[in-house]
């Protein structure tokens, strides 16, 4: 009886939980088998792009591909969201080449903005979550907000606007990053792979409002893969609720039945996406549990090793070393003493006078040695003046010579 009054508890209790947090399934994808039968769109969601639609694949969308830069992509909600109280799941993936560049928005506005990003977005009402380089950090994830009254186009410091960020290296990890939103009544915060980020009790955000993703590429560009897009909602909906019915007649009893397994089938729905979920986090618990214990196995053995590698150290072994510190203690303290009790500065003086008189004399020889090495290098000056004097005066003679020579053997002739 006991067994079966808890078994009702807890049965009460799930559904309970799984009416309070509901899956708003025309605001998600990616939570079941494919994102699309035809791959030529997302079921409640418009897809855009420019110059063409992002790539629609079985498994994810991408809003800018790898090659060529400068594409823009977006997914925006046909349907607004009606409750004020949510938590919406993301999870993409950013590769690209070491200088790529582009950035990723998560939009919660009043009206849509096509595949504008925070920097070409103008005016907008609502919140924005912006994943980029800014900075040139490796990576950062701000927030922005505005009722409608900034034109963020024409700002002209639009980062300085941000109202909350963090950190976090999102391009080329080899998985995908999963990013959380949650608006609760007491609390707006953002997490990112179980981390918080930021958040702020001071931020409440109005219910009726659309959700959408948007990415842009430099011309470098970085590639924006998107996997899912899951919201949760929960506390009460701002759409009129409808009155409670009279009693029916035997005529509409088949509608009633309709509308119950309608609701039935909408309930198994959610229990099947949170079992899914819990079973996901398990089987995540589990894996974390196996690397632990596989981590303090190989530490253990390794300690051991160490241990049977160095033995204990013996008492006369301690003894001994404690001696040879000793001595060595003692040493340095006399070699202290002697360095304190001696007076080096008259022995410097005499040093530096030493060397002051060595260095005058050096200079005195040298300067003897050069002039004797070029006094005798150089010719003597008398001995070439005498031999020119001589040769020109021979060659004077001789030239003389010549002429009375020539002259006479003409007179000859004649």
């Known amino acids: 009886m006991r067994s079966t009054i808890g078994l009702a508890l807890g049965l009460g209790l799930w559904f309970g939980t799984a009416a309070a947090d509901t899956l708003e399934g025309a605001l998600s994808f990616g939570h079941k088998d494919s994102l699309s039968q035809n791959t030529n769109g997302v079921p409640g969601w418009k897809v855009e792009g420019e110059p063409q639609p992002p790539g629609i694949l079985s498994d994810r969308i991408v809003l800018t591909p790898p090659w060529p830069g400068n594409r823009r992509g977006a997914l925006w909600a046909d349907q607004r969201l009606q409750n004020s109280e949510w938590t919406a799941n993301f999870e993409f993936r950013a590769t690209g080449p070491e200088r790529g560049g582009g950035n990723l928005q998560v939009w919660y506005t009043k009206d ?33 907000l505005n009722d ?15 109202f909350g960020h963090c950190d976090y290296p999102y391009r080329n990890l080899g998985r995908l990053t999963k990013l959380q939103v949650k608006q609760t009544k007491d609390v707006f915060e953002v997490t990112v792979d179980d981390k918080s980020c930021f958040k702020t009790n001071k931020v409440k955000l109005p219910a009726n409002h659309h959700f959408g993703i948007s990415a842009a590429s430099a011309e470098t560009p970085d590639s924006f893969e998107v996997y899912k897009f899951i919201v949760h909602s929960s506390g009460s909906s701002t759409s009129p609720t409808s009155q409670p019915a009279p009693a029916q007649t035997s005529t509409s009893s088949k509608p009633s039945s309709e509308s119950s397994t309608q609701l039935s089938k909408e309930a198994q729905s959610n229990l099947e996406t949170q079992v899914q979920s819990l079973a996901s986090q398990i089987e995540h618990l589990r894996s974390q549990l196996v690397d632990f214990d596989s981590k303090s196995s190989t530490k253990q053995p390794s300690a051991e090793l160490k241990s049977n590698n160095n033995p204990s ?26 360095i304190q009790g001696v007076d080096y500065k008259t022995q410097l003086t005499q040093i530096q006078e030493s060397l002051k008189e060595s260095h005058e004399s050096l ?23 005498l031999f020119m004097i ?15 020579k020539r002259r006479a053997g003409e007179k000859k002739y004649v």
């Open 390 to 404: 001589l040769f020109q005066v021979g060659c004077a003679l001789a030239y003389v010579a010549y002429k009375m």
């Open 313 to 338: 150290m013996t008492t006369d072994q301690f003894n001994t070393l404690n001696n040879r510190i000793s001595k060595i203690e003692t040493l340095l303290q006399q070699v202290q003493k002697d």
């Open 363 to 385: 200079r005195t020889s040298l300067a003897r040695s050069m002039h004797h090495v070029v006094s005798a290098a150089t010719p003597k000056t008398s001995g070439w003046l």
């Open 112 to 144: 849509t903005h096509g595949t504008s990003s925070i920097y070409t977005v103008g005016q907008f009402d609502g919140l924005v979550l912006v994943v980029d380089t800014y900075g040139g950090r490796g990576g950062t994830i701000r927030g922005f």
């Open 148 to 162: 409608g009254s900034t034109d963020y186009k024409g700002h002209h410091n639009v980062d300085s606007l941000a």
